[in-house]
């Protein structure tokens, strides 16, 4: 199969998204399909042309929100380029830039559209607004959404229950929605793939001891996270008991506010603030701790959940649905509703080291469920049915137009 992926994110920048795609591809080709992306460039002038004509690269404008680029909608330098794919099926990953120009390309050339929604944008509105108009702002979200996914995709992918709902309950969508969690490149944080030497070393470099009790936070550092609420737990624990160290993994528009609130908390000999790191080293943070955070419920999935998970380490969530798919309250993670329960799930755990192992194990079996291959797979299915239902459409249009010159 010829396959096109459309995306706005794409390694090296790093994000759900971006890591999803990165994965998708790999996973095809390893099945033996040929995989053509185009991405946003970060050269705002200039088009790149990449894996021997297989990625095209847009110019792009950055726009302040994060590493996301403006790029053309319609780049007609590389339209023949992108018609010589002669692509089976169109798989977009965003609702705009690149997103649009994946649904003019499929339109224009009767190939096949399924979307996968990846991002809840009704929680990223006040980027835009600043708390002005923050209803009518949701509305145009939502009647946006709705006309890209619904009026131009042959088929809908959705990572989790929580997001079914969403296009189901409140956005009352018509077409099928396929339900089905982004796969990761699990393997990459097994245990016995991890150079545990170079995280011996970055143990020494962050300054963590034997005694360190350490839990994680992996993502982008931004009010949507709810870091806030991590930092107001800790800071309960850590007067408890000074061996308690929160390494928060990422960065993004309030990291220097997170940093002020644990000086002004007086926590900051126990806070690591890592900033971004490269994507290699990732496994290597999962590795050196004992029990993985996140508040956040803006998450479609929550795919660092499944990296600790993959990792054996336990995560503690909050309870939100991204993360009741994967995560079974006791068996293999822990989920938790306020602060007092956040608290209690950690000191237990610490405690408690045999029930948090068997947690571990199970976390890690959990996970490699959630391998790129089964993702991939599933993926695929989606492609067949978008592919055949967009053949049909095509005969009953034949036949319609056949009928009309026939009637004359």
Not at 114 to 140: A, N, P, Q, R, W
Not at 144 to 163: G, N, Q, R, S
Not at 177 to 204: A, H, Q, S
Request: with cysteine; proline share 3%; charged share 30%.
């Amino acid at each position: 199969m010829r396959i096109g992926l459309f995306t706005d994110s794409y390694p090296p920048y790093i994000n759900g998204v971006s890591t999803s795609v990165a994965m998708l591809k790999s996973a095809l080709e390893k099945q033996g399909h040929d995989v053509y992306l185009v991405t946003v460039s970060d050269n705002a002038l200039k088009y790149e042309l990449e894996e021997d004509g297989h990625v095209i690269k847009v110019p792009g404008i950055p726009v302040g929100i994060y590493d996301y680029r403006l790029s053309r909608i319609y780049p007609l330098t590389m339209i023949n380029t992108m018609k010589s794919w002669n692509l089976d099926v169109i798989h977009s990953h965003t609702e705009f830039g690149i997103g649009i120009l994946a649904r003019l390309f499929a339109k224009q050339f009767n190939i096949p559209l399924v979307h996968t929604y990846h991002t809840l944008y009704e929680d990223y509105t006040h980027y835009i607004t600043h708390g002005y108009f923050e209803k009518s702002s949701k509305k145009i979200v939502e009647y946006l959404t709705k006309f890209y996914c619904d009026k131009t995709a042959t088929e809908l992918i959705v990572p989790t229950d929580k997001i079914y709902k969403l296009f189901k309950e409140k956005y009352e969508f018509e077409k099928n929605i396929n339900i089905i969690p982004t796969g990761i490149e699990v393997d990459r944080f097994f245990k016995e793939n991890v150079d545990m030497k170079e995280v011996n070393r970055l143990k020494k470099k962050l300054g963590l001891t034997k005694k360190d009790y350490v839990l994680l936070f992996v993502g982008r550092l931004a009010e949507e996270k709810n870091v806030e609420f991590l930092l107001d737990v800790f800071e309960k624990l850590v007067k408890k008991n000074k061996d308690y160290k929160l390494l928060i993994v990422g960065s993004g528009p309030d990291e220097d506010k997170f940093k002020d609130i644990s000086i002004d908390k007086r926590m900051d000999n126990n806070v690591i603030f890592t900033g971004r790191v490269p994507w290699e080293e990732v496994p290597y943070y999962y590795h050196l701790s004992d029990l993985f955070l996140t508040a956040s419920t803006t998450e479609t999935q929550g795919l660092t959940v499944v990296e600790a998970m993959a990792s054996e380490v336990t995560p503690l969530c909050i309870r939100d649905e991204a993360f009741l798919t994967t995560i079974t309250d006791g068996l293999n993670g822990k989920i938790f509703d306020d602060e007092k329960q956040c608290l209690e799930q950690i000191e237990y755990l610490h405690k408690n080291t045999s029930i948090k192992k068997r947690m571990d194990k199970q976390a890690r079996i959990k996970a490699e469920l959630c391998s790129s291959k089964y993702y991939a797979e599933s993926v695929l299915n989606v492609y067949e049915r978008a592919i055949l239902e967009s053949k049909h459409n095509r005969n009953l249009l034949s036949k319609f137009v056949y009928k009309i010159r026939g009637d004359d």
